[in-house]
């Protein structure tokens, strides 16, 4: 852990990004990274287990004391070299996978005390965190009688009062099951909607990082496999970076036109729309859809027989091979959207699909992230 070898960091103004460099080795495992991250939204740090994300978490919070790091927070020179500015003096929130609450004090006082050390926090923030997680019914509660959903809020909560300018959450949600899941998941959008402040966010969750990044680093033993803006990250057809079992790709919509007859409703995207099964959504409401390669297909003219209803006409832009040698990916261009369709080698070269060609997808499905 950061601590004996302090100096005052010195401040480069302007630099809204965050720059770590870390280099840390352990007996079966070394971290070696080198990233630049944005200074606003969530980033998503994504892998498998034993990839690297806590460890890389820890050395941006200082817990960590890497051989070789380098780490500037917007300007400020939090570690380099020698130098390395400790954890309680990082204007961080760092929220862990289980919300470790004092079982002897109510979810007000368990607030009240992660602030006693901090001379930066307010009691208007603290009121603004407690807001924004909805935690007054629960302020006079024990920890003992809140769910695991509630628990993590309050977590949240605690983190949000000190007055962070960098968030670190590890897997807030991994140990919730699949229903209290679904009820934090909204305080979180809620958070990213609301604060301008970074946050770094692990999970190895497909659908929280379909939902909630707006950025992504994909960790393998150690190393950066790659990383960017999700939407074009993901739109990429060399990405390692696979959110289910098939190359697919997020895009914003938008609920734009309820079909009560029929029970479905239409979502827009920039470029083109599809019906979906209706669900309890207003108009207008913005959301997140994932479509999965494996859901779309690619005819040269537009089906007319067809069950599947949501036919898109774009142009095919780039085409790979996939994993296997016999089956291609095809990324095809819908208005200013991407879709990647997957498809064998054979069924292209019979279809003689080639770049530039104007061609129609067929989506047999999309996964609503709401
Ligand atoms: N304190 C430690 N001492 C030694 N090795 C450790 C320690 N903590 C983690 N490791 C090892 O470092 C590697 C990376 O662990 P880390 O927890 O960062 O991975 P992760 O991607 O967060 O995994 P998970 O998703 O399972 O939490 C693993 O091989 C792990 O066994």
């Known amino acids: 852990m950061c601590g004996a070898r302090n100096q005052t960091g010195v401040t480069d103004m302007g630099m809204g990004e965050i720059q770590a460099r870390f280099h840390l080795a352990r007996p079966s495992f070394t971290l070696d990274v080198d990233l630049t991250l944005p200074g606003r939204g969530i980033t998503v740090l994504f892998g498998p287990s034993g990839s690297g994300k806590t460890t890389l978490l820890r050395c941006i919070a200082g817990l960590e004391q890497p051989r070789e790091g380098y780490l500037r927070f917007q300007g400020e020179r939090w570690q380099e070299d020698a130098y390395c500015l400790p954890t309680h003096r990082r204007p961080i929130g760092y929220v862990f996978q289980e919300a470790s609450l004092f079982p002897h004090l109510t979810v007000l006082e368990n607030l009240r005390f992660g602030l006693r050390r901090n001379t930066q926090a307010r009691p208007a923030d603290l009121e603004a965190?407690?807001?924004?997680?909805?935690?007054?019914?629960?302020?006079?509660?024990?920890?003992?009688?809140?769910?695991?959903?509630?628990?993590?809020?309050?977590?949240m909560a605690r983190a949000l009062a000190v007055r962070p300018r960098l968030l670190l959450m590890d897997e807030p949600l991994a140990a919730l099951d699949y229903a209290r899941k679904q009820e934090i998941l909204p305080y979180l959008e809620r958070l990213h909607d609301n604060l301008d402040i970074p946050l770094l966010y692990v999970s190895h969750a497909h659908d929280e990082v379909a939902r909630l990044a707006d950025h992504i680093v994909m960790l393998q033993a150690g190393r950066v496999l790659a990383q960017g803006p999700l939407l074009e990250t993901l739109a990429q057809l060399d990405t390692p970076i696979r959110l289910g079992e098939d190359s697919g790709v997020v895009l914003q919509a938008q609920v734009s036109e309820l079909d009560q007859e029929w029970h479905l409703m239409r979502l827009a995207f920039d470029g083109g729309s599809v019906w979906t099964r209706q669900r309890d959504l207003p108009l207008g409401r913005q959301l997140r859809v994932h479509i999965q390669a494996r859901d779309v297909s690619v005819a040269i003219r537009p089906?007319?027989?067809?069950?599947?209803?949501?036919?898109?006409?774009?142009?095919?832009?780039?085409?790979?091979?996939?994993?296997?040698?016999?089956?291609?990916?095809?990324?095809?261009?819908?208005?200013?959207?991407?879709?990647?369709?997957?498809?064998?080698?054979?069924?292209?070269?019979?279809l003689g699909i080639t770049v530039g060609q104007s061609v129609w997808l067929q989506v047999k499905s999309v996964a609503l992230m709401e």
């Open 129 to 155: 965190a407690i807001a924004l997680l909805e935690l007054t019914p629960l302020l006079g509660r024990n920890p003992a009688n809140l769910s695991g959903g509630e628990r993590q809020r309050v977590a």
């Open 303 to 350: 089906q007319t027989d067809s069950s599947i209803q949501n036919q898109l006409q774009g142009v095919v832009d780039a085409m790979a091979i996939d994993t296997h040698p016999g089956v291609m990916l095809i990324r095809v261009k819908v208005g200013a959207s991407v879709l990647i369709a997957r498809l064998t080698k054979r069924s292209a070269s019979t």
